[in-house]
């Protein structure tokens, strides 16, 4: 509780409005509350319905979320409410509680003044009223909670009529302020359509010199052009001469490599009739080795010295030959290699001289495209500089007319200024005039908010006391209930007690018209016997007659039954006496002329 007052004295309260002193159970309870302006909310705070004196936010008996704040007319406070629904409120009782505000952070911003549920007080009193519509001297009784709701509905329609006359004063204010910006948004597109026409009058001029440069350049670069051209085509000239001589040197290099190629296939490759001598010269050589052995031999045979010569001198001829051999197969290779290099060489130099002649061809090509571009450029710088003439004359014809017209709205503009000057002061006096009147307006709402609150406040109270004044007539009707529902068992009973006594009455009567029967039976009897001791031996008898014809008399009381029969039978020992003078006659039935209550029926339940 010391954290909680801390941050209350630190931090801005929640303020409840409107707290009853007690509500009744099973209603809804509706708790209205202002956030101050610095107040930061948020969908996590909740309004809990506590005991007083509860020490912690858990110890709640009901809570509820709250709603987004909606602005007040003073702009410094905002204005909520919450319900709590019945089913969820506390039991009636004597205990007290109060609403306490808990932010997201679980402090307490606010606590309301305590409350208690149960029963509510006596009504207050009633308000008497004039009948002013019809001209009668007529007084109206009307509870105050009627008279408190019609007056603020009352005035809830003076305040709906006041808002609808203000949103129509702010809907003229934001009418007219709109026209005052459109006109001020035309003022400045005037003035930044005047600035461009000026800037477009200086872009052409520029535009024309640099056009006028542009023209002076180009013509320079044809000139150029032209010079290059005829050089380009001296070039060309020369470079045939020199591309036919090189096609000379290669058709003379080309015949002389046919010719060398042609001896040294010869040389390398010879035909098949000088392999066939040299294989039969082969051939001969090895039939004279065989001849020289044989000679060889017969001079060994004959000296040995004179074979060691023979051997030496055809060492040194086998010698002498292969070395020419050699010499000669070496000079062949020599020459071939030669011959091949000759040939790589003539053969570098023509792909060179080819090379050259294609590039020298592509040269000319793009020579020629050059030219032909050139040529268009100077075309189109014809075209563009006449249309750059003729451009600038339609700029300077529409520079005229834009500046005369430009002069001529300056007028135009110079005087709808003034107009709208007027018409600014008019305004805005008729703006001062609507803000005075809408603070009176402010001021107006804020009393007839005031007296609603207060309304609101009474017509409470008189809520309150309409819920107590109908739980006491429900629980005086409950209780009227109650006995009209003992009284109706009541009257059940003694509808029972009265069937009852109605079938008692009837049996009494058959008895008695059976007791009459007999006794004028009886009578007859003495009359034609008048002995005495007959008659009371038979007056017995017929009582027990009458008792055994009728067995249904001892279901009655005893007591009654015994009243009955002594009665009776005092009155059967007495009647004998007089029998002659009196004459009984058979009366109605007791049962007809007994008719039910209307109170018996069963439509009177």
């Known amino acids: 509780m010391e954290i909680t007052n801390q941050s209350l004295q630190q931090e801005p309260s929640v303020n409840f409005l409107n707290v ?27 309004i809990g319905i506590f005991k007083v004196g509860a020490a912690s936010i858990r110890d709640y008996d009901t809570f509820v979320w709250t709603s987004s704040p909606e602005t007040s007319g003073e702009r410094n406070s905002l204005q909520c409410s919450v319900q709590f629904q019945a089913y969820y409120l506390p039991r009636p009782g004597q205990q007290q509680y109060h609403f306490r505000y808990v932010d997201r952070y679980g402090i307490v911003r606010g606590c309301s003044d305590p409350f208690v549920f149960g029963d509510p007080g006596p009504l207050e009193d009633l308000v008497t009223l004039e009948d002013e519509e019809t001209s009668m001297d007529m007084l109206l009784v009307v509870p105050k909670a009627t008279l408190l709701q019609r007056q603020l509905e009352e005035s809830q329609q003076e305040r709906n009529a006041l808002m609808r006359v203000r949103l129509e004063l702010e809907e003229e204010v934001n009418t007219l302020q709109k026209k005052i910006d459109n006109l001020e948004a035309a003022l400045k597109a005037a003035d930044e359509k005047s600035n461009l026409l000026s800037q477009k009058l200086m872009y052409a001029s520029l535009k024309d010199e640099l056009v006028k440069k542009e023209y002076e350049i180009l013509s320079s670069r044809e000139n150029e052009h032209c010079d290059r051209i005829e050089q380009l085509l001296n070039d060309i000239e020369d470079m045939k001469k020199i591309v036919l001589d090189k096609d000379k040197e290669i058709h003379n290099l080309k015949e002389i490599t046919l010719k060398r190629s042609s001896v040294w296939q010869t040389f390398l490759f010879p035909p098949d009739s000088w392999l066939k001598e040299e294989a039969a010269g082969a051939e001969t050589h090895k039939g004279l080795l065989p001849c020289r052995g044989v000679e060889i031999c017969q001079l060994v045979v004959g000296s040995e010295w004179a074979i060691v010569i023979v051997l030496k001198v055809q060492k040194c001829s086998i010698e002498e030959e292969n070395g020419k051999l050699k010499l000669h197969l070496g000079d062949a290779t020599s020459e071939k290699e030669h011959c091949q290099l000759q040939v790589g060489t003539l053969q570098e130099k023509l792909r060179s001289t080819m090379d050259v002649l294609s590039s020298n061809q592509q040269k000319v090509m793009l020579l020629s495209e050059e030219l032909a571009t050139a040529s268009s450029i100077r075309d189109r710088t014809i075209s563009d500089l006449h249309k750059s003439r003729l451009e600038t004359a339609d700029l300077a ?38 803000k005075a009147e809408k603070q009176s307006l402010e001021g107006s709402l804020q009393d007839e908010r005031y007296k609603r609150q207060a309304l609101e406040s009474k017509l409470n109270q008189e809520k309150d006391a309409s819920q107590v004044q109908l739980s006491e007539s429900r629980r005086e009707l409950n209780e009227l209930k109650s006995a009209l529902r003992v009284a109706q068992m009541e009257k059940e009973q003694q509808r029972l007690a009265r069937q009852d006594l109605m079938l008692y009455v009837r049996r009494l009567e058959e008895r008695l018209d059976k007791l009459a029967d007999e006794k004028w039976k009886e009578d007859k009897m003495l009359e034609e016997e008048p002995t005495g001791g007959l008659s009371q031996s038979s007056s017995p008898a017929a009582l027990s007659d009458s008792e055994e014809e009728s067995p249904e008399m001892q279901r009655l009381p005893n007591q009654l039954g015994a009243c009955r029969i002594s009665d009776q039978q005092c009155s059967s020992t007495q009647f004998p006496k007089e029998l002659q003078k009196v004459v009984i006659n058979q009366p109605a039935p007791i049962a007809c002329q007994l008719q039910p209550l209307p109170e018996d029926s069963p439509d009177s339940w």
């Open 20 to 46: 009853a002193h007690s509500y009744v159970p099973n209603t809804k309870v509706e708790c209205h509350y202002t956030l101050p302006l610095g107040m930061k909310t948020s969908t996590s705070d909740w």
């Open 397 to 434: 014809i529409k520079v005229s007319d834009l500046s005369l017209r430009y002069k001529e709205g300056l007028g135009q503009w110079w005087q709808e200024k003034t107009t709208l000057n007027h018409s600014l002061e008019a305004k805005r006096d008729q703006i001062v005039n609507l």
